[in-house]
């Protein structure tokens, strides 16, 4: 079966802090795909990133970095000097290859909390 | 503006009602999808729609009904709701279904539920 975890339910920061988001996820697949999205107080899913399993190299992309361990099944995500804005739901989420078929299965989100 | 658009933002019904929930996009994906969203569980997928062909329906009670007129909008018809439906129901597209793994999904903001 596949699933998708993240422990950490609820985080509550101060701006500037560095804080990091963990994911980890089952599944016995060897090609499959890793996604992020954050989830505003708005409400729409905002797309971050999309890893493949056969790419472990780490990505950085401004304050945000993701590292893909596939020995510990972990795709964990970092925000280096968090600010209020980036306060949201961040949601991990797995796709398996399935074609045609194949679901993004969601972690239950962990609620960040960035205080100025 | 994410380019999946819902309407309405927040619907309150009553248990006897009929309504329906609007998703439209102008994306030119060919797959679109209904989620839900409640509190404090993961997003459950309840339909996928690829090429306005309904390709996915993951046990959803027979109260909730989709439509798929075309490739550009997705509707969800609501009757005799119970309370525990109450949700946040996103909307997303994607290229195809097949491809959304390389993809990902465009969300739309989500129809705020309360069946009272």
């Not at chain 1, 796709?95 to 962990?110: A, D, P």
């Not at chain 2, 998703?23 to 997928?45: D, T």
């Not at chain 2, 290229?95 to 993809?103: I, K, V």
Request: glycine share 6%.
């Amino acid at each position: 079966a596949q699933k998708v975890t993240q422990a950490q339910t609820e985080i509550s920061v101060v701006e500037k802090e560095d804080v990091t988001l963990d994911c980890v996820y089952e599944t016995r697949d060897t090609t499959y795909y890793l996604f992020w999205y954050k989830q505003p107080p708005s409400g729409e899913l905002v797309f971050l990133i999309r890893r493949n399993s056969f790419d472990e190299q780490n990505e950085i992309s401004g304050r945000y970095s993701w590292n893909f361990q596939k020995s510990t099944s972990s795709f964990n995500f970092t925000i280096t000097a968090s600010q209020v804005v980036d306060s949201a739901v961040y949601f991990c989420a797995l796709r398996l290859n399935l074609g045609s078929q194949g679901n993004l299965i969601f972690g239950k989100g962990t609620k960040l909390s960035v205080k100025p | 503006e994410t380019g999946v658009t819902q309407t309405p933002r927040h619907l309150v019904m009553g248990m006897t009602n009929k309504k329906s929930l609007k998703c439209e996009q102008h994306l030119g994906h060919n797959a679109m999808y209904w989620y839900k969203q409640s509190a404090k569980k993961p997003l459950e997928l309840m339909f996928v729609y690829s090429l306005e062909e309904r390709v996915e329906n993951n046990s959803v009670p027979s109260r909730f009904s989709p439509e798929c007129p075309n490739s550009s909008h997705l509707f969800l018809h609501l009757h005799t709701l119970q309370p525990e439906d109450s949700a946040l129901y996103l909307c997303a597209s994607s290229h195809s279904a097949r491809d959304r793994a390389n993809y990902g999904y465009t969300f739309g903001s989500g129809t705020r539920l309360t069946v009272v």
